[in-house]
Antibody
């Protein structure tokens, strides 16, 4: 079964750092782009950017550029999303998703999401 | 950035009836549009890509149509498990790829 398994919920204070993970299995993880999608009650679903685990090439959404860092460890079939200094506005569910193709950029495999809560 | 507008925000339909959900794009996205279903506490699930191609395992009662700026998701003979929130997503222009704000399909 093709799946993406995400790390568990996190609670942090503003200004703290965080790194969440997404491990793929059941398919050639390193040959498909992985996207990160944020979900909040106010803004809905937002595409943050993509990473190609095979060579760690990335493409960022302008809205999230400089706010987060995407990385990957191809030897462990794992992608990461990290923050160096969290804000309360980063509170959201973060999904890692498999992008079907570079050009057919719909999302056919979804992780269960990681809830990130940032509060003082 | 392409803006997707879904209507209605909430749709009340009785089981067994047909539901018609709409998605409008602020500029043409050709057929580069997908539909997703999200149930409470779950991740979204891909239903339709390429505006009209059902994903693997999606029942035939789900159908998508449209191109350019106007798209429709139709669900025939609604089942209890179909009541959920539905999102459209364009992958024609990026960055970023964008989603609609969702239509909540509820039981009438």
């Amino acid at each position: 079964e093709e799946q993406l398994v995400q790390s568990g919920a996190e609670v942090r204070k503003p200004g703290e750092s965080l790194k969440i993970s997404c491990q793929g299995s059941g398919y050639s993880f390193n040959r498909f782009w992985i996207a990160w999608v944020r979900q909040t009650p106010g803004k809905g679903l937002e595409w943050m950017g993509i990473i190609y685990p095979g060579d760690s090439d990335t493409r960022d959404s302008p809205s999230f550029q400089g706010q987060v860092t995407m990385s990957a460890d191809k030897s462990n079939n794992t992608a990461y999303l990290q923050w160096s200094s969290l804000k309360a506005s980063d509170t959201a569910i973060y999904y890692c998703v498999r992008q079907r193709d570079y050009y057919d950029a719909f999302f056919d495999v979804w992780g269960r999401g990681t809830l990130v809560s940032v509060s003082s | 950035e392409i803006v997707l507008t879904q209507s209605p925000a909430t749709l009340s339909v009785s089981p067994g009836e047909r539901a018609t959900l709409s998605c409008w794009a602020s500029q043409s996205v050709s057929s580069n549009l997908a539909w997703y279903q999200q149930k409470p506490g779950q991740s979204p699930r891909l239903l339709i890509s390429g505006a009209s191609t059902r994903a693997t395992g999606v029942p035939a009662r789900f159908s998508g149509s449209g191109s350019g700026t106007e798209f429709t998701l139709t669900i025939d003979s609604l089942q209890s498990e179909d009541f959920a929130v539905y999102y459209c997503q364009q992958y024609h222009n990026w960055p970023p790829y964008t989603f609609g704000q969702g239509t909540k399909l509820e039981i009438k």
